[in-house]
Structures are given as structure tokens and as C-alpha cells.
């Protein structure tokens, strides 16, 4: 790997410091964003990464209810625990992320024995 001019790392470093993304000081500059991202490593080592997923509906405080009622008995199954939150939130959420959020809680789903 060959290292990149002088001034175009100044110009990397005083761009990432006035708060551009990698991407477009990359395009501004003519490096690769994975270089822009190695010096913004060295310049700012202790920087959080930001997080780009998309936030959840549930929080940690409403999956740990699911599992309670679960655990309870007075909930059977996802659609149930579904119509419970439902109730409870602002946000509707549906059977699926109920699903998700029990098996992020390590719940399995079993068939009851008849």
C-alpha cells in the first residue's frame, strides 16, 4: 500500500474535523473511503461508531414483559402476547416482531403436548 500525499491527508484530516462523512470527503478529495476511514481511526481513536440499523419498536423493558406473561401462563402464544402489547403501546407492532423479540430472549417455540 502506498501512502497518499501530504496534503491531501491535511486536507482529509481538516475536512473529518469540520464533520463531513467519510464518503463525501472521499469524493471531495479523490481517495477511497476505507482510507478516509483508516485516518479518521488515527485522529480520533476513541470515537463511538454510530449506530445505522434501524432502532427497534421494542424496548428491552417491553420484551422482558413479553417473556413474564409468557413465563406467567397468562399468554400462550405470539398472537396473544401481540394483542397484549398492542394494547400497551402507542406503536403497533406485529406477530413477527413479537417472534423476533422471544427468540432475541432465547424462547423457542414448543407445541404443547395434548
Not at 501512502?3 to 463525501?24: A, D
Not at 397468562?74 to 401481540?82: E, F, H, I, L, S
Request: charged content about 30%.
Amino acid at each position: 500500500m502506498r501512502p497518499i500525499p501530504t496534503e491531501k491527508h491535511q486536507t482529509v484530516v481538516s475536512l473529518l474535523l469540520e464533520g463531513l462523512s467519510c464518503r463525501e470527503i472521499a469524493k471531495k478529495v479523490g481517495v477511497g473511503k476505507t482510507t478516509v476511514e483508516r485516518i479518521r481511526s488515527e485522529v480520533e481513536p476513541n470515537k463511538e461508531n454510530i449506530k445505522t440499523c434501524r432502532p427497534s419498536k421494542l424496548s428491552d423493558r417491553d420484551r422482558r414483559r413479553l417473556v413474564n406473561e409468557i413465563e406467567s401462563g397468562k399468554v400462550d402464544n405470539a398472537v396473544q402476547a401481540t394483542k397484549l402489547i398492542n394494547s400497551v403501546l402507542s406503536i403497533p407492532v406485529s406477530v413477527q416482531t413479537v417472534r423476533n423479540a422471544l427468540k432475541q430472549e432465547d424462547m423457542v417455540p414448543v407445541l404443547k403436548t395434548k
